[in-house]
């Protein structure tokens, strides 16, 4: 089992950032991201994102607001990420000056492709995510 993580520090009050990151429903259109549809509400609902040629269907694991932390899991075997078996949690902390730590944590096994590239193209993106929420904060 493979584990990929991101730690970042963003320049934000956790109740901003978690007002991002948090919603799982929350993911739109834009970069990599070609269509993207929900179905449900709250722990249990899915998402299904449209990217490089496929789609991926995500579902919300667990939700909780007062922790700040969030986890979900691809679930369609057809996805076109290179992982089977994976699960993800992102957790906020509060810095007290601001600025929250975001913890993005996932493990999977690596599909058709060797570890060590799964496991970056994994931290590229939860680091594409956090950047894109910092953004989203500025403007």
């Known amino acids: 089992m493979a584990t990929a993580q991101v730690v970042k520090t963003v320049a934000a009050p956790v109740s901003a950032v978690w007002a991002q990151l948090g919603n799982f429903a929350g993911v739109q259109v834009g970069g990599p991201v070609e269509s993207v549809s929900f179905e449900g ?12 040629g496929g789609t991926i269907v995500e579902r919300l694991e667990e939700h909780n607001e007062a922790a700040r932390r969030f986890t979900y899991a691809i679930i369609n075997d057809d996805s076109p990420l290179p992982f089977s ?20 944590t996932g493990t999977f096994e690596a599909r058709g ?27």
């Open 41 to 52: 509400e709250g722990v249990g609902m899915t998402r299904s994102i449209g990217m490089g």
């Open 85 to 104: 078996g994976y699960a993800a949690t992102v957790q906020l902390g509060d810095n007290g000056d601001d600025t929250t730590t975001v913890i993005w």
């Open 113 to 139: 492709i060797p570890e060590a590239e799964a496991v970056n193209i994994a931290t590229g993106i939860y680091a594409g995510a956090i950047k894109g929420a910092q953004i989203a904060l500025e403007d």
